[in-house]
């Protein structure tokens, strides 16, 4: 047994240090090659676990917070957009904020001047997040550092009684999704992944369509998130520690499933009906990271630990098969020099197909082409869902980022919290979601061999109900935007 939990620590890039014990993780994860070298179904033997669910968050509503007192982690360039979006929410107190860097904290207080929040800071060193979520007046802990220090984060805040919103993606290896799962179990906390672009437009109304009927049988969905990412990677002053370039040069398969895999999931009610079943991934070689951090290497000495990365492909390919028999093919690339970016959505069902990238979305119910614009504007009449019709004015108007995505995704979790509902993503579809990053990785390195899914919610999938009240017919809807 304890050489069991040492395979499985070593395999998921945690030997060596404790679950909280965070400082290890600074700049990047590195999972040695060795690792990969066992047999697939080795790795997916130490990889389940004995898991027992104790309470089934799906579908839970926490008691009503009336104000829902809010504290964020990680003040770089999301943390900051989650504040300002949520000082436009009525019932909301920001009360503290964390970074690493005071300049940073400083400079997202500044923000706040004027307005009815005060924050208390904490900054200077790796473990004052410890502190903010150890605090007894805040009831929501928003996670905004690198991704592969969210479940720590989350971890310990729900196990200090806070909610909480990670920002995608919410865990990075198969054994922080149990944590999760467990912690969220145990402690009867929240834990939603903060996926934005579940409720894009025509996210929104594909999912009012698919819940009504119009695609018939969903069979399949194509999804990405395929976008420009080079000279932010390689920029000096982008991101903290340069630590998306170091995640490209340490890891294999899809690093970034966030933005596409979601939404499909949600349409084809994976967690509620169905679940992820095993997936296959297939990644290109590196023609293009490798040379950038050697050209730039050769002029300044700062990229020459850059140029001794082994970097992921450009392309990676997932194919993932769910246990009802429907298919998703989901695609990461962070380096091609495309123009807008492109998470495809493209959901295929019996009766109908609709397609968002490349734009106009459209919709097509055969006939070899696609419905007319008059025709799909009154699809877009008929479906598109009530939380739209309610925030969707408001998000142009206080002009919320990734078009108005963030004021949907800020102002309903704030709404259900504070009206007692189940939130839109629950902890199951966190670990889910996540588990993407360290399966893909596992299948790439295993010569793209099939990886089977853990099933996080331990059989509970076959009768969860669905959640993501679009329509807000459960209540709520009544919380305030302040523009
Ligand atoms: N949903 C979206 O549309 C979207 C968009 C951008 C980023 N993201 C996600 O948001 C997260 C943050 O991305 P970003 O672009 O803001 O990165 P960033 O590098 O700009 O910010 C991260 C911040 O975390 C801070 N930090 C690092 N270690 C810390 C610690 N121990 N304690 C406190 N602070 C610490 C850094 O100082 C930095 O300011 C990532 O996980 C990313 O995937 C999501």
């Not at 019932?91 to 904290?105: F, T, W």
């Not at 296959?280 to 290497?297: H, R």
């Not at 699809?379 to 995505?405: F, W």
Request: aromatic residues 10%; hydrophobic residues 35%.
């Amino acid at each position: 047994m304890k050489n069991k939990r040492r395979d499985f620590l070593k395999l998921t890039g945690l030997a060596g240090i404790g679950v909280a014990g965070f400082g290890a993780l600074k700049g990047y994860v590195n999972e040695p090659d060795y690792i990969y070298a066992k047999g697939v179904e080795k790795q997916w033997q130490i990889a389940e676990k004995s898991h027992i669910q104790r309470f089934n968050m799906s579908g839970y509503a926490a008691p009503p917070i009336d104000k829902v007192r809010i504290g964020i982690i990680g003040m770089g360039q999301r943390g900051p957009a989650h504040m300002i979006t949520m000082s436009h929410i009525e019932g909301v107190e920001i009360k503290a904020l964390c970074d690493l860097r005071l300049e940073k904290v400083n400079a997202a207080k500044k923000l706040l001047a004027g307005t009815r929040h005060d924050p208390v800071i904490y900054t200077g060193n790796d473990e004052e997040w410890k502190k903010l979520c150890e605090r007894d007046d805040i009831d929501l802990v928003i996670v905004t550092t690198p991704w592969y220090m969210h479940a720590p984060m989350a971890v310990y805040a729900m196990n200090h009684g806070k909610h909480v919103a990670s920002e995608v993606s919410a865990a990075s290896t198969i054994e922080e999704c149990w944590q999760l799962v467990e912690t969220a179990e145990h402690t009867r906390q929240h834990c939603m992944m903060l996926e934005n672009y579940a409720y894009g437009s025509f996210q929104l109304l594909t999912l009012n369509m698919a819940r009504q009927g119009f695609f018939g049988e969903i069979v399949h969905g194509d999804c990405a998130y395929n976008t420009s990412k080079m000279s932010n990677n390689f920029s000096k002053n982008m991101y903290w520690n340069m630590w998306w370039l170091r995640q490209y040069g340490s890891r294999r398969g899809n690093i970034y499933p966030a933005h596409g895999v979601g939404t499909v999931c949600q349409l084809m009610n994976v967690n509620r009906g169905d679940k992820l079943n095993f997936l296959v991934c297939v990644d290109s070689d590196d023609y293009m990271m490798g040379e950038t951090a050697n050209k730039l290497a050769s002029i300044d000495d700062f990229f020459k630990p850059f140029a001794e990365m082994n970097y992921r492909g450009n392309m990676s390919t997932t194919t993932i098969r769910t246990t009802k028999g429907k298919t998703i093919m989901l695609q990461h690339d962070g380096t091609s020099p495309r123009g807008p970016h492109t998470t495809i959505h493209a959901i295929t069902g019996t009766k109908a197909l609709a397609q968002e990238f490349p734009l106009p979305a459209r919709i097509s119910i055969g006939l070899d082409d696609w419905l007319k614009p008059e025709e799909y504007q009154k699809l877009v009449a008929k479906y598109t869902p009530e939380i739209s019709n309610k925030v969707g004015d408001l998000a142009r108007q206080i002009g919320a980022g990734h078009g108005g995505t963030d004021l949907f995704e800020d102002w309903h979790l704030v709404d259900c919290l504070r009206n007692g509902l189940p939130l839109d993503q629950d902890v199951y579809d966190a670990a889910a979601w996540s588990s993407i990053i360290p399966l893909s990785e596992w299948s790439v390195r295993n010569n793209s061999n099939s990886i089977a899914f853990p099933d996080f919610t331990k059989g509970a999938w076959e009768t969860n109900q669905l959640n993501m009240d679009i329509n807000l017919t459960k209540g709520g809807g009544n919380t305030k935007v302040i523009v």
